[in-house]
T-cell receptor, first 112, second 116 residues
Framework: DQQVKQNSPSLSVQEGRISILNCDYTNSMFDYFLWYKKYPAEGPTFLISISSIKDKNEDGRFTVFLNKSAKHLSLHIVPSQPGDSAVYFCAALDQGAQKLVFGQGTRLTINP | GAVVSQHPSRVICKSGTSVKIECRSLDFQATTMFWYRQFPKQSLMLMATSNEGSKATYEQGVEKDKFLINHASLTLSTLTVTSAHPEDSSFYIC????????????FGPGTRLLVL
């Protein structure tokens, strides 16, 4: 039972353009969401988060949008840079179980 | 700050042997550490939550006698895969939190286990 889903295993974007990574969740009790970035042979590093009381959070080139009614969030990266090439994981905080629930990840490749 | 290390980074072992993976928080005290397992092209699946000085809490479906977790100090947690079999081959990642704040986890680089 995959409660957090990233349906695109990979995404290829040209440098300078916008990258949009999507994430869907099924549990309406989730109220805090995070995005992580992972390079090969390294652990995931925190990128940006959003609480369900907001529908947008911005940090530099990164913006996360949350649509609670659709149970959908997205990460926008603009402009995309070659260093953004990595695997991006979406995660939701399960407050009751005190754990993070992760999606499968999307491999983003930024082409020069 | 908030660096988490794992050792070894890669390990190959024979079926039936046991393997120990260490997770260390290098510059902070971690009251809670998490162990995850990741299969290729799949999400990080939480295996267990370990709190310093107490028994680990295992997720449903994770065999506690097979995956032994010890969180003996505020900077070290170990995962021992006992009597390893080829199906245990996977990528194991730990994370650590300060003060048990679940949404602020610092991840280690992971350990690739291959059981022959």
């Amino acid at each position: 039972d995959q409660q957090v889903k990233q349906n695109s295993p990979s995404l290829s974007v040209q440098e300078g353009r916008i990258s949009i990574l999507n994430c869907d969740y099924t549990n309406s009790m989730f109220d805090y969401f995070l995005w992580y970035k992972k390079y090969p042979a390294e652990g995931p590093t925190f990128l940006i988060s959003i609480s369900s009381i907001k529908d947008k959070n911005e940090d530099g080139r990164f913006t996360v949008f949350l649509n609670k009614s659709a149970k959908h969030l997205s990460l926008h990266i603009v402009p995309s840079q070659p260093g953004d090439s990595a695997v991006y994981f979406c995660a939701a905080l399960d407050q009751g179980a005190q754990k993070l629930v992760f999606g499968q990840g999307t491999r983003l490749t930024i082409n020069p | 700050g908030a660096v988490v290390s794992q050792h070894p980074s890669r390990v190959i072992c024979k079926s039936g042997t046991s393997v120990k993976i260490e997770c260390r928080s290098l510059d902070f005290q971690a009251t809670t550490m998490f162990w995850y397992r990741q299969f290729p092209k799949q999400s990080l699946m939480l295996m267990a939550t370990s709190n310093e000085g107490s028994k680990a809490t295992y997720e449903q479906g994770v065999e506690k006698d097979k995956f032994l977790i010890n969180h003996a100090s505020l900077t070290l947690s170990t995962l021992t895969v006992t009597s390893a079999h080829p199906e245990d081959s996977s990528f194991y990642i730990c994370s650590a939190t300060r003060g048990g704040v679940v949404e602020t986890q610092y991840f280690g680089p992971g350990t690739r286990l291959l059981v022959l």
